[in-house]
């Protein structure tokens, strides 16, 4: 029912800035929450951001805080993930995702979101 797309990914050098775009098709309700995860080899996939379309509330993971900016265009019904000083150890697959909030109009970084898109490679170097 929700199908994901995501873009954006590509190879960028410490310190510069790339922008994530993940088209978003399926999404009815208002009481959704839409994130970025992110998994590198050998690691557990980890949420990264996430954003409640209710109330535009954002959600940021304590390593990407300040750095990271989720966003959404509701015209064109696209999320975004801008990501600044970046450093290799961003380097990863990133996936956006959407699901159904828990209740109380927030969202959760936790692995456990309904929809998922195929990814997009994001390599940081030194």
């Known amino acids: 029912q929700v199908q994901l797309v995501e873009s954006g990914g590509g190879s960028v050098q410490a310190g510069g800035s790339l922008r994530l775009s993940c088209a978003a098709s399926?999404?009815?309700?208002?009481?959704?929450?839409l994130g970025w995860f992110r998994q590198a080899p050998g690691k557990e996939r980890e949420g990264v951001a996430a954003?409640?379309?209710?109330?535009?509330?954002?959600y940021y993971s304590d390593s990407v805080k300040g750095r990271f900016t989720i966003s959404r265009d509701n015209t064109k019904n696209t999320l975004f993930l801008e990501m600044n000083s970046l450093t290799p150890e961003d380097t990863a697959m990133y996936y956006c995702?959407?699901?159904?909030?828990?209740?109380?109009?927030?969202?959760?970084?936790?692995?456990?979101?309904?929809?998922w898109g195929q990814g997009t490679q994001v390599t940081v170097s030194a």
């Open positions: 995702a959407a699901t159904l909030s828990p209740g109380g109009g927030y969202c959760s970084l936790v692995d456990m979101y309904e929809s």
């Open positions: 399926g999404v009815r309700y208002a009481n959704t929450c």
């Open positions: 954003l409640y379309i209710g109330a535009g509330d954002t």
